[in-house]
């Protein structure tokens, strides 16, 4: 098969399995896996072998430790001292020493186990991020911790790499890095060889140092973003080049250049240009490992690989609950942390394969721990799953169950659903003019801490019928919908329209599609939740770029009076239609037609040539 034909199925299948995976809620990193096993050699054969590319994609992970390199200003470290390194060591070092003991007491020698000990204390920080980001938990105690631990993580994988050849036990093996190019120091031993290394990472740091920046700020004077990218892609090789020929890890060099350049003006752009090449080559390097799972040998021994995926889930949920409760987080967001953390982690496969290559373990042993940590992956899912709706539940305040507030005005001439952030402030204008209102909150919290400042309102649904008459719907004259559940407000509206036709409704349109359905409900008087004072900020925008405040004013009145028009114009037009993209550009056009045509009305006014 030629380079291109397997380039092609690779990438092929990428295309399809991942964002199934992700729809799936597995996330990118499981899509990889799964891809590769369903082209390996234990499944569709139509890749028969996975390591000829693998030694290609293995420069992904070089290019993803040059960006975790990038990623760590002292600032940020700084920030998260006590997290990272107290959580985060605490982490790794005790899960790495409770499977060193399990792997000890298993019959392994102590450098295997410990060895595998630092390579199961890493997790994914992928699937974390991914899975914690779409649940809105990042920000959270348990979510900011998981994000600290994973730093380190990330962090310790150069350690973790300058380690293994000291842990080696088996006969040498020849290493099959990439290139796979002999080190010119190899004759070398002792303070000879010592030197070299250290004058290699001497020069690394200071061309890192002295030379980059003033080198990357003459290719960027350049303005052309391509060579900006070919200069990235250089430094990273070139530092691959360097570290093999003196017999260090690639992937140190490049995380050391990374970490040298993380307080460079140019670390936006760097990561930017380098990001496309390290994702897709991750993903070829994480479908090579699915396809080079070895499904005999884990069907040989089903019962060794359960116990390890168990093992690895139960060691690490316990180290990771109990730092959780060291670190003072609350039973709630230890067990976020815990389930969140507790599978293995991508950098699993990367150090299995050095760990195999430096003769520290032996391929049957690394395919079967390699196997388990891609189990424990997809079990993560899972574990988050049963911690959204079995566990979290429990820690949770029972609701408050309250009824609907007695309502004791009733003779108002308002009525207003809503007093967050944008009813409040129309309430509050509204009485301090004089004019009694009404306001009806279905968030009970809201009500009660609003109290507290001498703003009246009523905890209870405006959906409801009976509190709308409570509220002395028949006697007002006005209804102002203000709740921000678009949903909510037009069922509101239509309940209103229904049994109350004499009153005004006055609805606030949480987007332009909302504005679409109120006009469809036949309530012509929407105001939109944010045009207001994005004019504002473009006002002062436009004065700020030299327009006297007059025009910057009325420019902005112009085009509030064009875009509502443009609003009503199009309610009635499907916004999958080709009829809806052609009319909204005519409006686009008509607006720019009436700003210019005020502008040159100002000119002559004020006498001024065109």
Not at 122 to 141: C, D, N, R, Y
Not at 302 to 311: D, Q, R, T, Y
Not at 572 to 583: F, G, Q
Request: glycine letters at 8%.
């Amino acid at each position: 098969m030629s380079d291109f034909h397997s380039v092609f199925i690779y990438l092929l299948v990428a295309v399809i399995a991942v964002p199934l995976a992700k729809r799936l809620g597995l996330g990118s990193v499981l899509g990889y896996l799964l891809a590769g096993v369903a082209i390996g050699p234990f499944a569709l054969r139509l890749v028969t072998d996975p390591a000829g590319i693998m030694h290609f994609a293995e420069f992904g992970v070089i290019m993803m430790l040059f960006i975790i390199g990038l990623e760590l200003r002292p600032s940020l470290l700084w920030q998260l001292r006590g997290n990272l390194f107290g959580m985060g060591g605490l982490q790794v070092g005790g899960t790495a020493l409770a499977v060193m003991l399990g792997g000890y007491f298993c019959g392994l020698p102590w450098k295997q186990a410990l060895a595998i000990g630092l390579i199961l204390a890493m997790s994914s920080t992928a699937i974390v991020l991914q899975s914690l980001g779409e649940k809105g938990l990042l920000k959270t105690p348990g979510g900011e911790a998981s994000f600290s631990i994973l730093l380190f993580q990330d962090m310790a994988v150069i350690p973790i790499l300058a380690l293994m050849p000291l842990l080696a036990t088996l006969p040498t093996m020849k290493s099959p890095t990439p290139g796979n190019q002999e080190s010119m120091i190899e004759s070398l031993q002792g303070w000879p060889k010592a030197l070299v290394v250290l004058a290699a990472i001497s020069f690394v740091v200071f061309v890192g140092r002295y030379l980059l920046r003033p080198f990357f700020r003459y290719i960027a004077n350049t303005n052309l973003r391509e060579m900006f990218t070919a200069t990235t892609l250089l430094l990273v090789i070139g530092v691959v080049i360097l570290m093999q020929k003196v017999g260090l890890s690639p992937a140190l060099g490049t995380f050391l250049a990374g970490v040298l350049l993380a307080e460079s003006e140019y670390r936006v752009q760097l990561e930017t240009d380098i990001e496309p090449f390290k994702g897709l080559l991750l993903g070829l390097f994480f479908i090579s490992v699915g396809a080079s799972i070895d499904f005999a040998l884990v069907a040989s021994k089903p019962g060794v690989v359960a116990f390890v995926v168990l093992g690895l889930l139960l060691v690490k949920f316990l180290v990771l609950f109990g730092v959780g409760r060291l670190f003072k987080l609350n039973r709630s967001q230890s067990f976020l942390l815990a389930f969140a953390l507790a599978q293995g982690g991508e950098f699993a496969f990367v150090l299995f394969s050095i760990a195999t290559q430096q003769s520290v373990l032996s391929l049957e042993l690394s395919q079967i721990l390699a196997a388990s940590v891609a189990l424990s992956m997809a079990a993560s899912p899972l574990l988050l799953l049963f911690n959204d709706k079995v566990v979290q539940p429990l820690f949770q305040l029972p609701s408050r169950t309250r009824e609907p507030d007695i309502i004791d005005e009733h003779d108002n001439p308002v009525i207003l659903a809503g007093f967050g952030r944008f009813g409040n402030i129309v309430g509050r204008l509204l009485r301090a003019n004089g004019y009694g209102t009404t306001v009806l909150d279905h968030d009970a919290d809201q009500v009660d801490a609003l109290l507290r400042f001498g703003l009246k309102s009523f905890y209870g649904d405006a959906s409801r019928l009976d509190l709308l008459r409570a509220a002395g719907a028949d006697k007002a004259r006005l209804f102002i919908v203000a709740i921000d559940d678009d949903a909510k407000a037009n069922e509101i509206i239509q309940i209103v329209k229904q049994n109350f036709p004499h009153l005004r409704i006055l609805a606030r349109a949480v987007s332009r599609q909302h504005a679409y359905e109120i006009l469809r409900l036949e309530v012509p008087d929407f105001f939109r939740d944010t045009l207001g004072s994005a004019l504002d900020l473009g006002t002062v925008a436009l004065s700020s770029l030299g327009m006297d405040e007059k025009s910057a004013i009325r420019a902005a009145q112009i085009f509030k009076l064009h875009d509502e028009a443009a609003v009503r114009d199009m309610a009635h037009i499907n916004p999958d239609n080709e009829a809806y993209v052609s009319r909204a550009r005519m409006h686009n056009e008509n607006l720019k037609r009436a700003l210019e045509a005020d502008r040159e009305t100002f000119r002559e006014g004020n006498g001024q040539k065109p």
